[in-house]
């Protein structure tokens, strides 16, 4: 009897191990099929392939990997937003997975809301928890950036100045901060709040005197100039400008216009 329960105990554990080996070399095989097929344009075929390694194999350590390339050929071959979203969490709820791809799928959420279905409020809360989750895996000050572009996006200039001043406060030597004063001026121009706006870009220029930004941070300022009034400064700010501003017929309609207002003004 001893010997008949030994033997019944050593095949089962044989068979275990056999299921297994066949298990991870089918969804090896489909594994590595599916991602030869994507390089070659068959996404559908690609995707079914995944697909069936979520259903029949989840217990192949390929299975997490299988998860994430569905949700990256739903969102970026077939923009179904939806499955890409509910893949990618399905992705996050699996303890064990590895954190990289949690990274990798919380961060594609985010960036789905933000620049897919354009729901910013959502894409602020999905960034952060990119920031609560992955703090060690995403670029210092990236996430509060995303968060106070979301706002600027949304209109909400005022709380976007607030969260780029977090970004600015906590993360001094990123080199999104160049950025984010950039936006702070900007906001303040679109609220019409331009005393502020000409301090925030005195403050750039100050830092970064040889910004891409500072043919357009120039603009700004003669345009605040203009608005209190001060045409003179004005003209000589867009004057500067020439040969160095990108939309150069609306550069020359404001010299154009305010030459006109100060030719009227001597009459």
Same mark, same amino acid.
């Given at each position: 009897m001893g010997y008949s329960r030994f033997f019944f105990i050593y095949v089962w554990f044989l068979l275990i191990i056999i299921s297994t080996s066949c298990s991870r070399e089918s969804a090896e095989t489909l594994y590595k099929t599916g991602q030869d097929l994507w390089s070659k344009g068959e996404t559908e075929k690609s995707l079914s392939n995944f697909l069936n390694i979520?259903? $029949?194999? @989840?217990?192949?350590?390929?299975?997490?990997?299988?998860? +994430? $390339?569905?949700?990256?050929?739903?969102?970026? %071959?077939? %923009?179904?937003?939806?499955?890409?979203? $509910?893949?990618?969490?399905?992705?996050?709820?699996?303890?064990?997975?590895?954190?990289?791809?949690?990274?990798?799928?919380?961060?594609?959420?985010?960036e789905i809301y933000e620049n897919s279905l354009n729901d910013y409020d959502q894409?602020? /809360? &999905?960034?952060?928890?990119? /920031?609560?989750? +992955?703090?060690?895996?995403?670029? @210092?000050?990236?996430?509060?950036?995303?968060?106070?572009?979301? !706002? +600027?996006? $949304?209109?909400?200039?005022?709380?976007? /100045?607030?969260?780029?001043?977090?970004?600015? &406060?906590?993360? @001094?030597? %990123?080199?999104?901060?160049?950025?984010?004063? !950039?936006?702070?001026?900007? %906001?303040?121009?679109?609220?019409?709040?331009?005393s502020e706006a000409v301090k925030s870009y005195n403050r750039f220029e100050e830092k970064f005197p040889d910004s891409r930004f500072m043919p357009e941070i120039k603009f700004e300022i003669g345009s605040c100039y203009e608005e209190e009034g001060n045409l003179l400064e004005s003209l000589t700010m867009f004057r500067e400008l020439k040969g160095n501003y990108s939309n150069k017929k609306l550069l020359e309609m404001k010299i154009n216009a305010i030459e006109k207002r100060l030719s009227a003004r001597r009459r």
């Open positions: 979520i259903e $029949k194999y @989840p217990a192949s350590d390929l299975h997490d990997d299988a998860l +994430f $390339k569905a949700g990256e050929l739903y969102y970026l %071959s077939y %923009s179904d937003f939806s499955n890409a979203i $509910k893949t990618f969490r399905q992705l996050l709820l699996i303890r064990n997975a590895r954190v990289k791809l949690k990274f990798q799928a919380q961060n594609y959420i985010a894409a602020i /809360i &999905e960034y952060q928890r990119l /920031i609560n989750n +992955f703090e060690n895996w995403i670029s @210092p000050g990236e996430g509060q950036f995303k968060i106070a572009t979301c !706002y +600027f996006k $949304k209109s909400d200039y005022k709380q976007a /100045i607030v969260e780029y001043e977090i970004l600015i &406060e906590r993360f @001094p030597v %990123s080199p999104l901060v160049e950025e984010a004063i !950039y936006q702070i001026g900007t %906001s303040n121009f679109i609220l019409g709040e331009c």
